[in-house]
């Protein structure tokens, strides 16, 4: 399945005028900045992207890109610039790469983020067990959330983090509730990771017997994890 995968580096990118632009102190070197109208898959290494809009214009452009693209990106949206920003890197089918670097500078800056990635889409489906397992976060995928819900925390005491994994027939959010992130403070991050709900039923893939992606994510959410499946 998918992984969402943190590299290191930084990015760097052009901006022309908007409403919101990110703050040089956020992304570096602004010149190397592009500002795009729609959010697209960027495998230019020279430059990344970002977008004025709000939440559901970029959502509706991630639909369009799941629909013709077979590689992965990611972005971050701030709910409260209205801004997003592309924090991908090295593009590939089953993974993208994520700026730690930059991703630091937007938590010290936000006390909101919204950090989104794409599973493309499978015209192959062998069947809706196949189709739901594309649609979820995978292992990994968890494992980053949680780590960046409590590194945002350590930087910002009121940041949070909203994860979401689109993909063609919508976006499943994941979270941290205000208990799991003092559970997996107080503890060992991977022993109690090991231990919690949702890795146990993701260790057992007998839980894509639902036929409803609503029930799969109330059932994979526990006291710690919250999934909520939200269509474009």
């Not at 290494?45 to 629909?67: A, V």
């Not at 980053?144 to 983090?161: A, D, T, V």
């Amino acid at each position: 399945m998918k992984n969402l995968i943190f590299g290191l580096g930084l990015v760097s990118c052009v901006l022309t005028g908007c409403a919101s632009i990110p703050d040089q102190n956020i992304v570096g070197n602004l010149a190397s900045y592009k500002q795009v109208k729609h959010l697209v898959i960027n495998k230019n290494p020279l430059f990344e992207t970002w977008m004025s809009g709000d939440e559901k214009r970029g959502l509706r452009d991630i639909q369009k890109i799941i629909e013709n693209s077979k590689s992965e990106e990611a972005w971050v949206y701030s709910p409260e610039k209205k801004l997003w920003i592309e924090v991908g890197k090295k593009e590939k089918s089953q993974e993208v790469c994520i700026d730690n670097n930059l991703m630091r500078r937007l938590m010290a800056y936000y006390n909101k983020i919204n950090l989104y990635h794409t599973h493309p889409s499978n015209n192959d489906y062998r069947d809706v067990k196949e189709m739901f397992a594309n649609c979820m976060p995978a292992k990994n995928d968890l494992y980053y959330m949680i780590f960046w819900s409590l590194k945002f925390r350590e930087i910002n005491p009121g940041g949070k983090l909203k994860c979401g994994v689109c993909s063609d027939i919508g976006v499943v959010e994941y979270s941290l509730t205000e208990r799991g992130i003092k559970y997996f403070f107080d503890n060992n991050l991977m022993i109690n990771f090991e231990k919690a709900a949702v890795r146990k039923e993701y260790g057992n893939r007998a839980y894509f017997s639902s036929n409803n992606i609503e029930e799969l994510c109330k059932k994979l959410s526990d006291e710690n994890i919250v999934m909520k499946f939200v269509e474009y």
